[in-house]
T-cell receptor, first 117, second 112 residues
Framework: EAGVTQFPSHSVIEKGQTVTLRCDPI?????LYWYRRVMGKEIKFLLH????????ESGMPNNRFLAERTGGTYSTLKVQPAELEDSGVYFC???????????????FGSGTQLSVL | GENVEQHPSTLSVQEGDSAVIKCTYS??????FPWYKQELGKRPQLIID?????GEKKDQRIAVTLNKTAKHFSLHITETQPEDSAVYFC???????????FGQGTRLTINP
């Protein structure tokens, strides 16, 4: 079974630029989550998709962040314009559809290390 | 909302000794508590989890205990080995919600 795939693995951009992160979840996983870890701190929730719908976007920091999941497959997270405080590791995770045994188990991608200079 | 505090932030133990990492949560409605391990350069992976209707769960050298009254849960690793070196994250999920709220992480180092 292929795991959750994220790319790029690293991105270095200047303040004010735009960056788009991509996540390919495990096939059949309706639930897709975006999380972020700023250096040394907790893995913080950003948002949750169920298929193509945003179920919970309470963790999105501000309107510079835009997440999409057209067609309910892969997802993108765009940061525009990027600020210094956006630096961190962005994780994507997916899980089985709600109601399926094990739906609470998250499968993480390897993350995208974003550095905003 | 839910808040999870994790301690210690770093932990160093001798190989063969035990390691304990503790977490507290704020929302008594939380009912699911997983632990994730992130080895250097790799993705976080679930190693053990516990639900609120159980007080303890064990899987070989790792165990998790839950005290609902005190709202804290702990990860116990016995007979530690070098491959146990990693960052460990605890998390909690509120009943009815699907997102996990994570602790700050503990960097565990096993000294040979």
């Amino acid at each position: 079974e292929a795991g959750v795939t994220q790319f790029p693995s690293h991105s270095v951009i200047e303040k004010g630029q735009t960056v788009t992160l991509r996540c390919d979840p495990i096939s059949g996983h309706d639930n897709l989550y975006w999380y972020r870890r700023v250096m040394g701190k907790e893995i913080k929730f950003l948002l949750h998709f169920v298929k193509e719908s945003k179920q919970d976007e309470s963790g999105m920091p501000n309107n510079r962040f835009l997440a999409e999941r057209t067609g309910g497959t892969y997802s993108t997270l765009k940061v525009q314009p990027a600020e210094l405080e956006d630096s961190g590791v962005y994780f994507c995770a997916s899980s089985q559809p709600y109601g399926v045994r094990g739906t609470e188990k998250l499968f993480f991608g390897s993350g995208t290390q974003l550095s905003v200079l | 909302g839910e808040n999870v505090e994790q301690h210690p932030s770093t932990l160093s133990v001798q190989e063969g000794d035990s390691a304990v990492i503790k977490c507290t949560y704020s929302d008594s409605a939380s009912n699911y508590f997983p632990w994730y391990k992130q080895e250097l350069g790799k993705r976080p992976q679930l190693i053990i989890d516990i639900r609120s209707n159980v007080g303890e769960k064990k899987d070989q050298r790792i165990a998790v205990t839950l005290n609902k009254t005190a709202k804290h849960f702990s990860l116990h690793i016995t007979e530690t080995q070098p491959e146990d070196s990693a960052v460990y994250f605890c998390a909690a999920r509120i009943q009815g919600a699907q997102k996990l709220v994570f602790g700050q992480g503990t960097r565990l180092t096993i000294n040979p």
